[in-house]
């Protein structure tokens, strides 16, 4: 009589497992930019690449990259919903926070300018001396 009860139990619980979806693979757009995408030896590196795999890791979740030859391309994949999200030195402006949601930045390229410096070629001890003999060091001494 047990063994006819746990059969319909058993067959119940293998249904269920059968039922379950298998777990899609999220699609993530990128492009090759170093160093934050980049193929070696057949396979994507890069920062972008790699902090993506942890994520998912922790996420527990299985992708695959979808590679996009420019950022429009590959937002316009995201904005389409052909992928799920995006990675790889994308610039947040304001026309794309309108459409997009972006994460926090990772990454802070700011505008640095560098110009030569004006004067002679002097060395360290002429650049001391200079500023020794300042006027704003003659005023407080």
């Given amino acids: 009589?047990?063994?006819?009860?746990?059969?319909p139990v058993v067959l119940l619980f293998a249904a269920i497992a059968i039922a379950?979806?298998?777990?899609?693979?999220?699609?993530v757009a990128t492009r090759l930019i170093r160093p934050f995408?980049?193929?070696q030896q057949?396979?994507?590196?890069?920062?972008?690449?790699e902090l993506w795999q942890e994520i998912a890791k922790q996420m527990n979740a299985q992708s695959e990259f979808?590679?996009?030859?420019?950022v429009k391309e590959l937002l316009d994949a995201v904005k389409s919903k052909n992928?799920?999200?995006?990675?790889?030195?994308?610039?947040?402006t304001a026309d794309r926070e309108v459409e997009l949601?972006?994460?926090q930045p990772m990454f802070d390229a700011g505008l640095q300018i560098l110009t030569p410096v004006q004067g002679g070629r002097g060395g360290l001890?002429?650049?001391i001396v200079a500023n020794l003999l300042s006027t704003t060091v003659l005023l407080y001494v």
């Fill in 20 to 27: 379950q979806p298998k777990e899609e693979k999220l699609l």
């Fill in 66 to 70: 979808i590679v996009k030859p420019t």
């Fill in 1 to 7: 009589m047990k063994n006819l009860i746990l059969v």
């Fill in 125 to 127: 001890v002429e650049a």
């Fill in 101 to 103: 949601d972006f994460s």
């Fill in 42 to 49: 057949g396979h994507l590196t890069g920062f972008s690449v």
């Fill in 83 to 92: 992928v799920a999200l995006g990675i790889a030195a994308i610039s947040i």
């Fill in 37 to 39: 995408v980049y193929e």
